[in-house]
Structure formats: structure tokens, C-alpha cells
């Protein structure tokens, strides 16, 4: 009772003719709304996706399929000096990454794809895909 003698109050206060009738009744409906109506109008929040989410983090065979057959990419991740197998703090790879490869790798050996002891010099001059600074 008291909303609504206050909206006739403010109707009153009021120049006579508002712009559009239209207005006028937003107004009351201001004043004598409940708290759910006022939820349901366009400026409330929306779920939105996180801006500041970062990437998910990938290694760099992440899409790609070891196979112990692929003499050259395995080559990519041992020793040219010694013949050893890089860890994985070298290659940069993922857990499941890494020991696919280490995997491939002593597969490979066993089945003479690839040599024990040394890198094949072929594959020496191979892009370097760990990044890795040896000593001349
Ligand atoms: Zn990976």
C-alpha cells in the first residue's frame, strides 16, 4: 500500500506529460518491483569463458605418433657423442612422451634400426629439436 501510494506521489511529482507512457510504467515498476523481476533484465552476469586462461601445455610429439621405425625423429633425442638416450629435462618432452620414445629408441636398437654406441652421421646435421648446446 505504501509502494503504491508512493508511486502516485512520484506520478504527480512528475512533468504531466512523460516522454512515452512506456517510461512512465518502467518507473513505477522501479519502484514497485520485486527483487526476482529485477534479476531477469539484460545486465546480469553471464558465464562467460576465462579470459586469463592459460593454453593447455604441450610437448612437441604431443600430436605426433612414435614409432620405433622413424629412425631419424628418435635420432633427434640421443647423443651425437655418447649414443645415450637425452632425460627429460633436456627434451622438454611430456612424461608419456618421453618414455615412448626412450622406448622406441631401445626397440629400435634391439632390432638394428639404430646403432648402439653412436649417432648415425647422417643425422647429424638433423634440425636440433631439444635445443641442445654441445661443447665444439
Ligand atoms: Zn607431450
Given at each position: 500500500?505504501?509502494?503504491?501510494?508512493?508511486?502516485?506521489?512520484?506520478?504527480?511529482?512528475?512533468?504531466?506529460?512523460?516522454?512515452?507512457?512506456?517510461?512512465?510504467?518502467?518507473?513505477?515498476?522501479?519502484?514497485?518491483?520485486?527483487?526476482?523481476?529485477?534479476?531477469?533484465?539484460?545486465?546480469?552476469?553471464?558465464?562467460?569463458?576465462?579470459?586469463?586462461?592459460?593454453?593447455p601445455k604441450t610437448?612437441?610429439?604431443?600430436?605426433?605418433?612414435?614409432?620405433?621405425?622413424?629412425?631419424?625423429?628418435?635420432?633427434?633425442?640421443?647423443?651425437?657423442?655418447?649414443?645415450?638416450?637425452?632425460?627429460?629435462?633436456?627434451?622438454?618432452?611430456?612424461?608419456?612422451?618421453?618414455?615412448?620414445?626412450?622406448?622406441?629408441?631401445?626397440?629400435?636398437?634391439?632390432?638394428?634400426?639404430?646403432?648402439?654406441?653412436?649417432?648415425?652421421?647422417?643425422?647429424?646435421?638433423?634440425?636440433?629439436?631439444?635445443?641442445?648446446?654441445?661443447?665444439?
Amino acid at each position: 500500500m505504501f509502494a503504491l501510494s508512493l508511486s502516485r506521489l512520484l506520478l504527480q511529482a512528475l512533468p504531466k506529460k512523460p516522454a512515452t507512457p512506456r517510461a512512465a510504467a518502467q518507473c513505477i515498476r522501479s519502484l514497485t518491483t520485486s527483487q526476482q523481476e529485477s534479476l531477469k533484465k539484460d545486465d546480469t552476469p553471464t558465464n562467460m569463458e576465462n579470459p586469463y586462461k592459460s593454453p593447455p601445455k604441450t610437448c612437441i610429439l604431443c600430436n605426433i605418433t612414435v614409432d620405433f621405425k622413424n629412425v631419424q625423429l628418435l635420432s633427434q633425442f640421443i647423443s651425437p657423442h655418447t649414443g645415450r638416450i637425452y632425460g627429460r629435462h633436456i627434451t622438454g618432452l611430456c612424461g608419456r612422451k618421453q618414455k615412448e620414445v626412450s622406448k622406441a629408441i631401445k626397440k629400435a636398437r634391439s632390432m638394428g634400426f639404430m646403432s648402439v654406441t653412436l649417432k648415425d652421421p647422417q643425422f647429424i646435421k638433423d634440425p636440433d629439436i631439444c635445443g641442445i648446446k654441445h661443447f665444439e
